[in-house]
């Protein structure tokens, strides 16, 4: 099993940014990619960006291409989502999530989750 917490979110005006951090704990070694989604009020949950175990690939939501970075640090077992420019529609439950394959958009294709961290941007 793997164990994720999610950390970093928060209220922020447009246009400003925020750094959210995933830490992993558990059988690690079986994760190929994590990735971070959101989930705002009234709506399913969207894929937002995700990492290969080894930094090698990214992947992005065309909405966040540009705006948010992701990256890992495998000594410490994190993955990070730095988002700037953020714009009201980006406000949403943040989670991340792992899987043991390479890429994948779609929550089903997750097999663990972090609890998720409020993600509120004012206009």
């Known amino acids: 099993q793997v164990r994720l917490v999610e950390s970093g979110g928060g209220l922020v005006q447009a246009g400003g940014s925020l750094r959210l951090s995933c830490a992993a704990s558990?059988?690690?070694?079986?994760?190929?990619?994590t990735g971070w989604f959101r989930q705002a009020p009234g709506k399913e949950r969207e894929f937002v960006a995700a990492?290969?175990?080894?930094?090698?690939?990214?992947y992005y939501a065309n909405s966040v291409k540009g705006r948010f970075t992701i990256s890992r640090n495998n000594a410490k077992n994190t993955v990070d989502l730095q988002m700037n420019s953020l714009k009201p529609e980006d406000t949403a439950v943040y989670y991340c999530?792992?899987?043991?394959?390479?890429?994948?958009?779609?929550?089903?294709?997750?097999?663990?989750w972090g609890q998720g961290t409020q993600v509120t941007v004012s206009s």
């Open positions: 999530a792992t899987r043991p394959y390479i890429g994948g958009r779609l929550p089903n294709e997750y097999d663990y």
């Open positions: 558990g059988r690690t070694f079986s994760v190929y990619t």
């Open positions: 990492i290969i175990w080894s930094g090698a690939s990214t």
